[in-house]
């Protein structure tokens, strides 16, 4: 066995979730272009026959709704690129015979008897869970899981060989994530 186990940062994951939120941005925005093309038609075509209260009301849906989305997309594009900007290179944290050794985002070292929990915290949506260290009941450092090179299954063995049993990667965030 290795003297120790370091789980790096890798930037790949978040920079596909830019990629995709970049696409759906543009898809956001050429269905717009089309369903306002395709309202204008029926509009021309249909509306006519229909008192004009029905037209501001079509025309005010679209407007509401295509704002809505394309704010959804543009907000989840921002929040992509501001996660990819926080990854730099380098290692994240090290598990060892002694503890566990945060490096990134901020350093500290927990031995293992001080270790109350490892565990995924927090939300699916931005950058994902993140796995965080508990020292006696107090949070000292966490790192969205989508910035590491390590899943949670290697983690979660490093960390119960390294410790000798005493501690594991508690998963149980993810029953409500997915």
């Given at each position: 066995?290795p ?39 029926v ?66 070292l ?16 931005g ?52």
């Amino acid at each position: 066995m290795p003297d120790r186990f370091s789980a790096g940062l890798t930037p790949l994951p978040t920079a596909a979730r830019v990629t995709r939120q970049r696409g759906a941005l543009r898809w956001r925005i050429g269905s717009t272009v089309v369903s306002a093309l395709i309202l204008g038609a029926v509009i021309y075509f249909l509306g006519r026959d229909w008192p004009p209260a029905w037209t501001y009301t079509f025309v005010g849906l679209w407007v509401a709704s295509s704002a809505f989305w394309l704010t959804v997309s543009a907000v989840g594009l921002k929040r992509a690129k501001r996660d990819l900007a926080r990854i730099h290179e380098g290692i994240a944290f090290h598990l060892d015979a002694v503890g566990v050794e945060f490096v990134h985002p901020a350093a500290g070292l927990v031995p293992w008897e001080d270790v109350t929990a490892l565990r995924l915290v927090g939300h699916h949506g931005g950058a994902g869970p993140a796995v965080a260290v508990d020292a006696q009941g107090t949070e000292v450092a966490r790192v969205p899981l989508s910035f590491l090179d390590a899943g949670p299954a290697v983690i979660d063995s490093a960390a119960r060989a390294y410790s000798l049993g005493r501690v594991h990667l508690d998963v149980s965030a993810l029953d409500r994530v997915l």
